[in-house]
């Protein structure tokens, strides 16, 4: 058996207006936690949180929650200004304290300044409990996990639909 053959929909998040994400959002503590050879397991949740500079995207699992099964597939269309963009893709399981624990993350380097994009999370197979969120967050930096950009950058993301599959 593949994988296709054990996914059985899908889990849709939508962007319904621009957000933007700047090399310099995010936050920094958060990013070194991601990176387990310097910090705490990843499997330790990490306190609740937004940044500036980033852009989130979510929906509620429902009432009998949601399992993740296969990579998540981001599309979105990209404005950038500046240097060498860097856009990574964070996938939150948000219990309702807030509190949230990372399930898949993913990389671009887009290669030109406007026009769509589409990447890939890493797979996973992970169940959100009823009642928690599935939240897609868009930074420009993940340093030191994913290699930070050498540019400065802004990025403007329109049109925004994010695939998760489900099993």
């Known amino acids: 058996t593949n ?5 059985h929909g899908a889990v849709v998040l939508q962007g319904t207006g621009a957000q933007t994400v700047t090399s310099s959002g995010g936050s920094p503590a958060t990013a070194a936690d991601l990176n387990a050879a310097y910090a705490k397991p990843l499997c330790d949740p990490l306190p609740p949180g937004t940044a ?35 856009l990574v893709g964070r996938l939150w399981d948000v219990s309702p304290d ?7 993350l993913g990389v ?10 589409t990447f890939q ?8 409990a009823a009642g928690h969120r599935i939240q897609l967050q868009l930074v420009g930096s993940t340093a030191p996990l994913f290699r930070r950009s050498d540019g400065s950058f802004t990025i403007r993301v329109t049109r925004l639909h994010a695939t998760v599959p489900t099993g």
């Open 108 to 117: 671009d380097r887009p290669s030109r300044n406007d026009g769509a994009v």
């Open 98 to 104: 807030g509190t949230r624990q990372i399930v898949a």
């Open 121 to 128: 999370l890493n797979p996973a197979d992970w169940v959100f």
């Open 3 to 7: 994988l296709a053959a054990l996914q």
């Open 52 to 86: 500036p500079g980033t852009a989130t995207y979510g929906r509620n699992a429902g009432s009998s929650g949601s399992q993740l099964l296969g990579p998540v597939t981001v599309t979105a269309h990209l404005h950038v200004t500046g240097h060498y963009p860097e």
